[in-house]
């Protein structure tokens, strides 16, 4: 049986109270309630401070460049389909240096998991404005308050109707790794918009803010309904849902995929009786 | 000995059909036994403007591309004046007899397109007709391949084709046009046709490539587009990324995870990948990059060649790490060096680059199909830690060369950092750890040396004149050293078909003893000349530079040597 204990006890480099402890508890208690030992599971990041999350839990790591965990972690996936795979990163990361890559996984629909961390704010380059700052937001970069509008990450993933699509707090660890769990069984790309506070640099969205403003979607939200969930996503200022905002049946990518490429790659040897087939056929 | 090449340029606007005139008769001449380089010269549009297809065929080994133009096939009523100029002594001049008198000159054989071809798309098979009656090139071997591309459309469509190119060559016999067939061909063994870009797809397939991620762009995409075509049934998987930065992310990803991965691509889409190149040396994971050139800076000549990203690709990526860069100079060379740069990529688990260009991409050649049975093993990581302990990904080793896990078999995890890491993959800002594992990784470059593919001479080591050249220079510099000594020069040819790393001792002595040596290469700088410079100090006198979009020749060489560095 895996056990919490599995995935290790680590030294951090984060800031005491910051709000990636808690992911970090609710990241592992969805493994371990989904039965997965570390080494079934990948995890992928970027850069930042979020990124950093896989070296504080025992599992394979590929921890690559900033705003690059989605490229990497598709190429994982296609590679070695047994694996799961979860990308984490910042927001930064995700949906700034990273976003050309967002847009093509929505539409490519691997089978992973994107965890961004979203503290609408950079932590580890020190409190400059991120996709998610709220405009007009003051930071040491942007004196005169952040001056463009904030990327809505719920919102463009329900448009390319990504099959499943969930924002999760922080403070609700319980919660939290309940939608950590339900992303990890879908089939396609999910993604995980975590609300964490940056205690170090974000002074408007504080964990106080965030507890204020969040709650529980109920049974009424119904996430296969487009008009509801685009509504839901929508939603994001003096009431903040958490939870599944949306979700569909999309195949996966690969279907596409030739049959002999349906397996491990890694076992993979060329058969050289049919691309001595191939080579003949350019005579 | 006189050249008894024929140097078949076939003119006109893209969309026209000249490819496919191309394509069937350099099949043909393969067929036949005959030798071919292709040279494709197409402009960056899909529809107008002037392409041109040359076939230069002789029934002796050539290799590279010829100036003179002995047939001309004028498709549209530019080429002629375009062309005019290059036309040899003995040259013949099809035209379509619609375009009058502008389009032709004295050597004109005015064509009736319009008689033979019930309809236009037709004209590609009298212009074939006429080509083999020129050429007196048995029908036989244009009618197969005729009933080999249309028997998926219906005897109809076979028979009507035909028809066309038969009656073309029957009107060409009764124009007693004085052009000197070509020589008998002497070559009867088995042979395939292959273009640059083809070969590496199939080298890459052959050396266990079964992972290509790529963004279009031209000249590299025809590797991708070879491996979709082909590799279905090896099970190759191809996916075309959003942009660049994610193709080269996305194989490495999938390198990490055990796919044997390849990313082809041209300058401008290479200059994206560097950061990943950077993170393919840092986490040890093994990528294999195509790199087709073309000129630059930027989008340069979109569809000409040039040599020019040598630095590009020597210097790609931040910080210090071994790479290797081959650079094939024929088709043959295009398939072995790359599954040699697969084994190279994986054996040391970094980044390795075949560097070709448009020229070589384009050039359909006649070759021996490969022995595949004959090829060496390739490197490929284990899938189990049989040593005591906890697996390190970096463990510290004398060869700088870690046993290499892929995640996913067995207990063991693989950790990867593009951070200083610790041998365990994790995290460090330990200095000392920081100068142990920059070691590691550096330590690396003894056995690339030690594996490195020598330059190739040609010819006497005493020569008066050295030509040293690398990648698909190799063809015109070859020619230019057997046209010189038929002209009593002695002359020695060099070639590079790895560019990195040098070992000095394999050619620093010719170099140093040669009475000339010349540099001939495809850029403007002499790139290979300054990194052999700065590797041993050694300084070519004699530059024989082009850059203006077209593949070197032996006539280009020769009119230049001489000259100084510009
Ligand atoms: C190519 C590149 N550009 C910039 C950086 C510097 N950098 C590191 S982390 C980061 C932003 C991180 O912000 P976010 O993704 O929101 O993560 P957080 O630190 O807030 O968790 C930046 C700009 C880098 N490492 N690489
Ligand atoms: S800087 Fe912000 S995000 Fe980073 S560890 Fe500190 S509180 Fe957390």
Same mark, same amino acid.
């Given at each position: 049986m895996v056990t919490v204990a599995d995935y290790g006890d680590f030294e951090t480099a984060w800031c005491p109270g910051c709000g990636n402890f808690s992911i970090r508890k609710a990241v592992i208690k969805a493994l371990v309630s989904l039965g997965l /030992?570390?080494?079934e599971v990948l995890f992928v990041s970027g850069i930042g401070q979020a990124a950093?999350? #896989?070296?504080?839990?025992?599992a394979n790591v590929?921890?690559?460049?900033?705003?690059? /965990?989605?490229p990497p972690a598709q190429g994982a996936k296609l590679a070695n389909p047994g694996l799961t795979v979860i990308a984490e990163s910042g927001d930064g990361c995700s949906y700034g240096e990273g976003g050309n890559h967002f847009l093509a996984a929505l539409r490519r629909n691997v089978d992973l998991t994107l965890l961004a961390h979203d503290?609408?704010?950079?932590g580890l380059t020190k409190g400059q404005a991120s996709?998610?700052?709220?405009?007009g937001q003051v930071t040491k970069a942007q004196p005169m308050g952040a001056p463009s509008m904030p990327f809505n990450p719920m919102a463009v993933a329900v448009a390319m109707r990504a099959g499943f699509v969930a924002r999760g707090f922080s403070g609700d660890i319980e919660h939290l790794s309940g939608l950590i769990e339900r992303a990890v069984r879908h089939k396609g790309f999910s993604l995980v918009d975590i609300l964490q506070p940056c205690v170090s640099f974000n002074?408007?969205?504080t964990f106080a803010w965030y507890k204020e403003r969040v709650y529980r979607l109920g049974d009424?939200?119904?996430?296969?309904d487009f008009g509801a969930a685009m509504e839901k996503a929508m939603e994001f200022g003096e009431r903040i849902p958490i939870g599944v905002i949306y979700e569909n049946d999309r195949p996966p990518f690969?279907?596409?995929? #030739?049959?002999?490429?349906?397996?491990?790659?890694?076992l993979h040897r060329p058969d050289m009786a049919v691309l001595d087939g191939i080579l003949a056929a350019y005579a | 000995m006189p050249d008894i090449s024929v140097n078949i340029l076939i003119g006109g606007e !893209?969309?026209?059909g000249l490819v496919t005139v191309g394509d069937f008769l350099a099949k043909a001449l393969v067929r036949a036994g005959y030798e071919i380089v292709v040279t494709q010269d197409y402009m960056?549009? @899909?529809?107008g403007g002037h392409n041109t297809y040359a076939v230069r065929v002789s029934p002796d080994p050539v290799f590279a591309p010829r100036e003179?133009?002995? @047939?001309?096939? =004028?498709? $549209? !009523?530019a080429s002629y004046p375009l062309h005019r100029d290059q036309l040899s002594e003995r040259a013949v001049v099809l035209v $379509?007899?619609?375009?009058?008198? !502008?389009? =032709?000159?004295?050597?004109?054989?005015?064509?009736p397109f319009k008689a033979l071809?019930?309809?236009? @798309?037709?004209e590609n098979m009298a212009a074939l007709g006429v080509l083999c009656s020129l050429l007196c090139l048995d029908a036989a071997w244009i009618e197969k391949i005729i009933h080999d591309t249309f028997a998926k459309k219906g005897e109809e469509m076979v028979a009507a084709n035909r028809k066309v190119f038969a009656d073309a060559m029957a009107w060409t016999a009764e124009q007693q046009v004085s052009f000197t067939c070509i020589a008998p061909a002497v070559n009867t063994g088995k042979r395939i046709m292959l273009n640059g870009n083809e070969a590496i797809a199939l080298g890459a397939m052959a050396a266990g490539v079964n992972f290509c991620s790529f963004y279009p762009m031209t000249p590299g995409t025809s590797v991708a587009l070879t491996l979709a075509a082909k590799g279905q049934k090896m099970g190759v998987v191809v996916e075309q990324a959003e942009d660049e930065i994610a193709a080269v992310n996305m194989a490495i990803g999938a390198s990490f995870t055990g796919a044997t991965a390849l990313v082809p691509t041209s300058g401008g889409g290479f200059a994206l990948m560097v950061e990943g190149i950077s993170l393919s040396g840092m986490i040890e994971t093994p990528v294999v990059v195509v790199v087709a050139m073309r000129p630059? %800076?930027?989008?340069?000549?979109?569809?000409r060649t040039e040599q020019a990203d040598l630095n590009l690709v020597l210097y790609a990526g931040h910080g210090e790490f071994p790479r290797a860069i081959f650079a094939p100079g024929t088709v043959e060379q295009c398939f072995h060096l790359t599954h040699a740069a697969v084994h190279i990529a994986e054996k040391y688990q970094s980044p390795v680059f075949v560097l070709t260009d448009q020229f070589l991409a384009d050039s359909y050649r006649g070759v021996? %199909?490969? $022995?595949?049975?004959a090829l060496p093993a390739v490197a490929r990581p284990g899938t189990a830690h049989d040593g005591p302990g906890v697996y390190e990904r970096y463990a510290v080793t004398d060869s700088g060369v870690s046993p290499r896990l892929i995640p996913g078999f067995g207990d063991s995890l693989v950790v990867a950092d593009s $951070?200083?890491?610790t041998a365990d993959g994790h995290i460090t800002e330990d200095l000392g750890v920081r100068v142990t594992m920059q070691d590691k990784r550096s330590r690396k470059m003894a056995g690339l040396l030690a594996d490195a593919v020598p330059p190739e001479l040609h010819g006497d080591?005493?020569?008066d004149v050295l030509l040293a050249c690398w990648g698909t220079t190799r063809g015109a510099a070859l020619e230019a050293a057997a046209l010189l000594r038929e002209s009593g020069t002695s002359c020695a040819v060099l070639h590079f078909?790895?560019?990195? %790393?040098?070992?000095?001792?394999q050619f620093l002595p010719l170099l140093e003893k040669a009475p000339r040596a010349v540099m001939v290469e495809?850029?403007?700088?002499?790139q290979l000349a300054r990194l052999i410079r700065q590797e041993t100090g050694f300084v070519f006198a004699h530059h024989i530079l082009r850059y203006d979009g077209l593949p070197l020749t032996a006539r280009y060489i020769l009119d230049r040597l001489g000259s100084k560095r510009p």
């Open positions: /030992s570390p080494h950093k999350a #896989p070296h504080y839990l025992r590929f921890n690559g460049l900033h705003g690059r /965990s989605l503290n609408q704010i950079y996709p998610t700052t709220m405009e002074k408007v969205n009424d939200h119904d996430p296969r690969g279907g596409r995929l #030739p049959e002999a490429a349906r397996g491990p790659l890694a | !893209a969309g026209q960056s549009r @899909i529809r003179g133009v002995d @047939i001309l096939v =004028a498709l $549209d !009523a $379509d007899e619609a375009l009058g008198e !502008a389009a =032709a000159g004295p050597r004109t054989l005015l064509v071809c019930p309809k236009p @798309i037709f630059g %800076p930027a989008t340069g000549l979109p569809t021996v %199909p490969f $022995d595949l049975a $951070d200083e890491h080591p005493s020569s078909s790895q560019v990195y %790393p040098l070992v000095p001792g495809g850029n403007s700088t002499g």
